[in-house]
Every structure is written in structure tokens, then in C-alpha cells.
């Protein structure tokens, strides 16, 4: 009965590959986010959707695509990985969007590219 | 740019002794959140307090918010070892369909 959860929970991966990390979330909300904890704990937003509607792209790396197949899913795919992708990627959701409510997050996918 | 920094970065407190973390802003906010991360693991909300309030209790956790000031405080009274986490606070911004988060306080409750 996890509320936000992530998939794989450790990805360890050579320099230039293309790997997926999956969020799923069985709270019935409506916003769901990516976002990148690196090394020194600093936690910063990469993307939001709500209700599969991409409404935060912060500057990013276009080699990073999210995708929403339903309100209930997001996932992230990096392409051609590299050295400084390597960080803790966390989910979360919250029930609506603009209204900067309380949110839930998955437990982390921890990535690590050599 | 980053919204919230936390003050102190680490601190080290005895098992039954009150922690108090501070973290400042520096634009208008909605809200502001509390989180807590144990070690490997994600966030977990706190506490919420709006912009309008001053003061928030839940459990052994007091929030105090100074808009003025552009501060808030957490502090974790009766502290146990269980607490050892960072803490994080969270801004909400008006107009801005986003959370902003600090950078974070280690705490850490010695037995």
C-alpha cells in the first residue's frame, strides 16, 4: 500500500547509456514531480505534470524526457548518461497543482554513472 | 536561485534536549513547509504554515513564521534519538506553481 513509489531503487550504469526510472502514485492526486538531490543534499525540481500536462520544465538537459501515460505515472528517461547525472532522483505528488500544497514522495532511485 | 537556507547546516544535541533549526527566504511566500529526510530514504512532510500564521504546533514540533523577517523556525522538543534526519523547509511562492527548498539542517540526536 506504498503511496509513491519508485523503480529501480539503485541504477548503476556506464557513461553514454539510456536508462528509465518509473514513479507511480495510488493517492488519487492529480500533480506529480521529478526531482534531482545531489550529493550535497540540495534538492532541486526538474519537472511537473498535472493530469499528464507538462506544467514545470525547469532548465534542464533535454537528454532528460519525462513522460506521463496517466495521472497515476511518471516516469524519467535520461539518454547518453553522463558523470554529473549521477545523483538521488525522487518522486513525489501532490493533490492539485498551483496551490503548492503538501507532497508526497517515493523513496528515491539512487543513480550512479561511471 | 535557491529560496530557503537553513541555519545551522549540523547540529548535535543530547537525547531529551530541544532542537531549534531556523531557515530564511528571500521573496513573498504562500506557505511554508517542513520536511524531514532519515538517512536513504524521501521526504516527509511536517508541517504546513501559511502566510498568514505565526505559529503552528503538531506533536513536538512548533513552526513560527516572521514574514517580516522572512524566517522561520522549527523547533523539535523532547528530542529522541528516532529524530536523527536533515530537515528541510519548503517556500511556496505566489505565482509560482512550485516548491523551493533550502538546503538543509543534519540533526543529529545523541543516545
Known amino acids: 500500500d506504498t503511496a509513491v513509489s519508485q523503480t529501480p531503487k539503485y541504477l548503476v550504469t556506464q557513461m553514454g547509456n539510456d536508462k528509465s526510472i518509473k514513479c507511480e502514485q495510488n493517492?488519487?492526486?492529480?500533480?506529480m514531480y521529478w526531482y534531482k538531490q545531489d550529493s550535497k543534499k540540495f534538492l532541486k525540481i526538474m519537472f511537473s505534470?498535472?493530469?499528464?500536462?507538462?506544467?514545470i520544465n525547469e532548465t534542464v538537459p533535454n537528454r532528460f524526457s519525462p513522460k506521463s501515460p496517466d495521472k497515476a505515472h511518471l516516469n524519467l528517461h535520461i539518454n547518453s548518461l553522463e558523470l554529473g547525472d549521477s545523483a538521488v532522483y525522487f518522486c513525489a505528488s501532490s493533490q492539485e497543482r498551483g496551490r503548492q500544497e503538501t507532497q508526497y514522495f517515493g523513496p528515491g532511485t539512487r543513480l550512479l554513472v561511471l | 536561485s535557491q529560496q530557503g537556507e537553513e541555519d545551522p547546516q549540523a547540529l548535535s544535541i543530547q537525547e531529551g534536549e530541544n532542537a531549534t533549526m531556523n531557515c530564511s527566504y528571500k521573496?513573498?511566500?504562500?506557505?511554508l513547509q517542513w520536511y524531514r529526510q532519515n538517512s536513504g530514504r524521501g521526504l516527509v512532510h511536517l508541517i504546513l504554515?501559511?502566510?498568514?500564521?505565526r505559529e503552528k504546533h503538531s506533536g513536538r514540533l512548533r513552526v513560527t513564521l516572521d514574514t517580516s523577517k522572512k524566517s522561520s523556525s522549527l523547533l523539535i522538543t523532547a528530542s529522541r534519538a528516532a529524530d536523527t534526519a536533515s530537515y528541510f523547509c519548503a517556500t511556496g511562492n505566489f505565482g509560482n506553481e512550485k516548491l523551493t527548498f533550502g538546503t538543509g539542517t543534519r540533526l543529529t540526536i545523541i543516545p
Open positions: 504554515i501559511r502566510s498568514n500564521e
Open positions: 505534470y498535472n493530469n499528464k500536462e507538462l506544467i
Open positions: 493517492l488519487g492526486h492529480d500533480t
Open positions: 521573496t513573498s511566500i504562500n506557505n
